[in-house]
């Protein structure tokens, strides 16, 4: 099972929106350096929205090219579209992607059956250990514990992202899946407090800006060290929140531009953090300890 501090990796790219490979290559080796347990490739933080199937892939194969084994690679896969998906997880399957991340159907808003049939039809489809993601205040579909607790039960699906920031889901999901099943945190604010209450790591766009930081947190609250965890998530704090100051993966890639990590590429319609967020975002950096 793979623990503790996962990184959402940005996806960099030139000012015409290219992806940028040396960057990519760089990015991964300042994570590996750090500590980052895990790397996510081409997860929503990597503009996996924006990017066609072949980028994607080739996004996927060259994370894990450049990772050459160091350090595990959870490859995003998902899609609103049940044969897309399954395209995008035998692609990351084949580049040989420890497992996978599917954000649940976006725009669509399938039932509750439909989740689970939607997922899985994928994991018996590719023969990879697959991770839910559920994040409703971007898709407009709520995974609810019910469902996923019965999707813990398909074989190759392993876990599941909840960023929903709601805590009691945790302890239901913790519950009903069992300790087999593993639960990361989507959300960096309450990150920490999942951890605490039995989550297996967090999935985070902080650990962008914070690698080192985010590893030292998420280790201590996995050794059930609250009184170091939250000293150092109270560090972190404005950081959390200044990151989510205009849609994500915004702010995160500016952040990494401001710091010399990337270009000021991004693919519209997302734009660059306009200028009134910066000098915020810029002090929570500061406060942070990242420039």
């Known amino acids: 099972m793979i623990q503790g501090n996962v990184v959402a990796l940005v996806t960099p790219m ?3 929106g290219a992806v940028d490979y040396d960057a ?3 990015l991964v080796e300042w994570h590996i350096d750090q500590g980052t347990d895990a790397i ?11 990017l066609d199937e072949k980028e994607h892939c080739e996004v996927i194969a060259r994370t894990l090219e450049y990772a050459a084994g160091r350090i595990p690679v959870i490859a995003g896969t998902g899609a609103n579209a049940t044969t897309e998906a399954i395209r995008l997880t035998r692609c ?4 040989g992607a420890d497992a996978c991340l599917l954000v649940t159907p976006y725009y669509n808003k399938p039932t ?21 993601y559920n994040v409703p205040g971007r898709t407009a579909c709520d995974m609810l514990p019910e469902t996923a607790i019965r999707l813990s039960k398909v074989e190759n699906i392993v876990g599941i992202k909840e960023a929903t920031g709601d805590l009691d889901r945790i302890t239901a999901i913790r519950e009903g899946a069992g300790e087999n099943f593993a639960i990361y945190s989507g959300d960096d604010a309450t990150g920490c407090e999942a951890m605490l209450r039995g989550a297996n790591g967090v999935i985070s766009v902080t650990t962008n800006v914070m690698p080192a930081a985010m590893k030292r947190l ?8 609250r009184e170091k965890a ?22 995160v890639k500016w952040a990494l531009h401001e710091m010399g990590m990337i270009g000021e590429g991004i693919r519209l319609p997302l734009t660059w953090l306009s200028e009134p967020c910066r000098e915020p975002l810029r002090e929570a950096m500061r406060q942070a300890g990242a420039l």
Do not use: M
Not at 115 to 129: F, S
Not at 218 to 225: K, T, V
Not at 235 to 242: G, N, R, S, T
């Open 40 to 50: 996510v490739s081409v997860g929503t933080t990597g503009e996996s929205a924006t």
């Open 230 to 251: 939250e000293a150092t998530d109270a560090l972190l704090a404005p950081l959390h929140q200044k990151l989510f100051i205009e849609s994500n993966p915004i702010p």
């Open 112 to 132: 509750q059956e439909g989740l689970y049939l939607h997922h899985r039809a994928i994991a018996e489809a590719v023969d990879i250990p697959q991770i839910l």
């Open 14 to 16: 030139h000012a015409d």
């Open 218 to 225: 998420c280790d201590a609250a996995l050794s059930g060290d």
């Open 92 to 95: 990351a399957a084949d580049s």
């Open 24 to 26: 990519l290559r760089k």
